[in-house]
C-alpha cells in the first residue's frame, strides 16, 4: 500500500558531480531569468543567484518558501496546478525549471502547457524526474514500499 501522508523531505543541494542538481545548475547558464517551480526552500536558487540569474520561484510550503525569500525575487506560495495563469507577462522567462516536481502532480500536462506561455522564444525547459526505474525502487515497490531516499 502506498503511503497518502505527506513526506517532510530535507531540501538541500547535492554537490554530486554528475547530479542533476549541479547539471541544472550548469544548464542555466548565467544572466538567465528563471522561474524555478516547487522552488522549496531556494537550495537550487541560491546557487542560481550566485551564478548571476534572477529567480522566481513557486512554492506549495509556506514556510519553505520564506526562507526561500531569501534568494529569489519573487515567490508565489500557491500549488501550482491552481493557476489558470501566473502574474509575470507572456515569454518572461529565459529558463523554467521543474526539478523532481511533475511526479507529483496529477495532471503535469496541464501545469507543462500553462508553463509555456511565459518561456521566452528559444527558451529552455529544464525537468529533473527521478529513477523510477532503479532496480532497488522497483523492488520496494513490488512489495507496496514507496518511500523517499537518497
Known sequence: MFSSRP???????????????????RYVGRG????DVGCATGYLAKRLVENGNEV??????????KEARNYCKDVIIADVESFKSLPYPEGFFDVIVCADILEHLRRPDQVLQ??????????LLIVSLPNIAYWRVRLNMFFGRFNYEE
Not at 522566481?56 to 518558501?65: C, K, N, Q, R, V
Request: glycine residues 10%; positive net charge.
Open 114 to 123: 500553462m508553463l509555456r506561455t511565459y518561456l521566452s522564444q528559444g527558451g
Open 56 to 65: 522566481y520561484g513557486i512554492e506549495l510550503d509556506p514556510e519553505a518558501a
Open 32 to 35: 538567465k531569468r528563471v522561474l
Open 7 to 25: 513526506v517532510k523531505l530535507k531540501y538541500r543541494f547535492v554537490e554530486e558531480e554528475h547530479g542533476p542538481h549541479v547539471k541544472i545548475v
